[in-house]
């Protein structure tokens, strides 16, 4: 995997372990997508984003989180930064406190946001 920076955010014990990834194309961030999927077993969920610039494209993805709490909040770190050809992945690992939408929406845009 072609990671460019990755970073670690606790929310009441819950693990947010982002990642951020140069890809040019889809079929690359479907064989990232796997790897992580394959390292991460234990995870309880892993959410993404993804922008490409050509031909555009862009996904988000919240793994079972509430809709729009995840891969939203992930896509829209990117698109104020108005950056290209990344993929955004946070795994996440439950730590036993429910945030709610609102925790996790803010959890989702930190851990992204941290990779900058």
Same mark, same amino acid.
């Given at each position: 995997?072609?990671i #460019?920076? /990755?970073?670690?955010?606790i %929310?009441k014990k819950?693990k947010f372990?982002?990642?951020?990834?140069?890809v040019?194309? %889809?079929?690359?961030i479907? $064989?990232?997508?796997?790897?992580?999927?394959?390292?991460n077993k234990?995870?309880?969920? *892993?959410?993404?984003?993804? $922008?490409?610039?050509i031909?555009?494209s %862009?996904k988000?993805?919240?793994?079972?989180?509430?809709?729009?709490?995840?891969g939203?909040?992930i896509?829209?770190?990117m /698109?104020k930064k108005?950056?290209?050809?990344?993929? *955004? #992945?946070v #795994?996440?690992y439950f730590?036993?406190?429910?945030?709610?939408?609102?925790?996790l *929406?803010?959890?989702?845009?930190?851990?992204?946001?941290?990779?900058?």
């Open positions: 995997m072609n #460019v920076t /990755q970073n670690l955010l %929310e819950s372990y982002s990642y951020l990834f140069n040019n194309n %889809e079929e690359e479907k $064989r990232i997508l796997l790897e992580v999927k394959s390292e234990k995870a309880t969920h *892993i959410c993404y984003a993804y $922008r490409l610039k031909p555009f %862009e988000a993805f919240d793994d079972g989180e509430p809709s729009g709490t995840a939203k909040p896509l829209m770190v /698109q108005d950056i290209f050809n990344c993929l *955004i #992945v #795994v996440r730590g036993g406190t429910k945030l709610g939408a609102g925790g *929406i803010r959890a989702y845009s930190k851990a992204s946001s941290m990779l900058f």
